[in-house]
C-alpha cells in the first residue's frame, strides 16, 4: 500500500525481544485508534518481527519492517540478514542510513544506496535517513552533508525507483538526547533536503516526497512539529517504547 501523511514511525532499535514485543502490541493495539489517512510503522529487532506479525496479524492500520539488511542478497555474513528474508515475517518496510548504522557499523553513502536496492528488490518500502552531526551543523555544513548523503544513496538506485523513497531527516544531535530540533529548525532542514532531492530527480517528485522529522520526538512536542514547513511525519526512537507514548504521538496528543 502507498504510504500517506501524515506517517508515524517507531524505530525500537536494540529494544524488545519477542516477549516484549507480544506485551507491548497487547497495550499498543487497544489504545490505537486509526487516524484518517496516517499510516503507522514499527521497526521491532529482527529477532521479534515474526512475533510482531503475529499479533498485527488482521490490523491494516499498523505496518512493519526491519532495521537494516545487509546490502548483498545472501552469503557468508554471519549475523546478517537480508532483505529478501523479511517479507516471510510479513514486514513491508526497510530502514537504511539511520546515523547509528552510520557511526557504530561504517555504513557509507554507496553501501546505504545498495542496501535501498535489496529493499526496492524485495519489495520493500525503504526509507532512507539523512543527517548532519552537531560539528557539522556549526561548521556550516548542513547542506553539503544532506546533500552528499541524498545524492550518494540515489545515485546507487534506478532513476524509476526514486519517486518511491521515503526519507527520514535526523538531525544527529538530537537523536536520544531530549535535545530536539525547534520547527524553524526542521523546516529548515527539510526544506533543503527537499532541494537536493529535486536535484537528484525532479521538482515533482520532490514535492510528492514523504520527508520525516526524527530526533527527540514525544508527545509534547509532536504537534509542533507536525505543523512545521514540509514535515509530513515523525521516526520516533525512545518515545515509541512505550504504549501510551506512542499512541498519544500517533494521535496527536500533545
Ligand atoms: C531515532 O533513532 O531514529 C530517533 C529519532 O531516536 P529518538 O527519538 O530517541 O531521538
Request: hydrophobic fraction near 40%.
Amino acid at each position: 500500500m502507498a504510504p500517506t501523511r501524515p506517517l508515524f514511525a517507531a524505530n525500537w532499535k536494540m529494544h524488545k525481544d519477542p516477549v516484549e514485543t507480544r506485551e507491548f502490541l497487547d497495550a499498543f493495539l487497544t489504545r490505537h485508534g486509526a487516524r484518517d489517512g496516517a499510516t503507522v510503522v514499527f521497526f521491532p529487532p529482527a529477532i521479534s518481527l515474526q512475533a510482531f506479525g503475529e499479533s498485527v496479524a488482521g490490523r491494516a492500520d499498523v505496518e512493519f519492517g526491519v532495521q537494516d539488511v545487509h546490502e548483498e542478497t545472501h552469503g557468508a555474513h554471519t549475523g546478517a540478514i537480508s532483505a529478501s528474508m523479511a517479507p516471510a515475517t510479513g514486514a513491508t518496510w526497510g530502514l537504511a542510513g539511520h546515523s547509528e548504522r552510520r557511526t557504530e557499523f561504517g555504513d557509507d553513502d554507496a553501501t546505504v544506496g545498495a542496501k535501498l536496492s535489496r529493499l526496492f528488490e524485495a519489495g520493500l518500502q525503504p526509507i532512507l535517513c539523512v543527517g548532519e552531526t552537531l560539528e557539522e551543523r556549526e561548521a556550516g555544513r548542513l547542506e553539503e552533508v544532506l546533500r552528499r548523503q541524498v545524492t550518494g544513496a540515489l545515485d546507487s538506485i534506478g532513476a524509476a525507483r526514486r519517486e518511491d523513497l521515503v526519507y527520514a531527516y535526523e538531525p544527529v544531535w538530537a537523536i536520544g538526547t531530549g535535545r530536539t530540533a525547534t520547527p524553524a529548525d526542521a523546516a529548515e532542514a527539510h526544506a533543503i533536503a527537499r532541494r537536493c532531492i529535486a536535484d537528484s530527480t525532479n521538482e515533482q517528485d520532490a514535492a510528492n516526497a514523504i520527508l520525516l522529522y526524527g530526533g527527540s520526538v514525544k508527545p509534547s512536542n509532536i504537534d509542533d512539529l507536525l505543523a512545521a514547513e514540509g514535515v509530513d511525519g515523525v521516526l520516533v526512537g525512545g518515545a515509541s517504547l512505550e504504549p501510551a507514548s506512542f499512541a498519544a504521538i500517533c494521535a496527536g496528543e500533545g
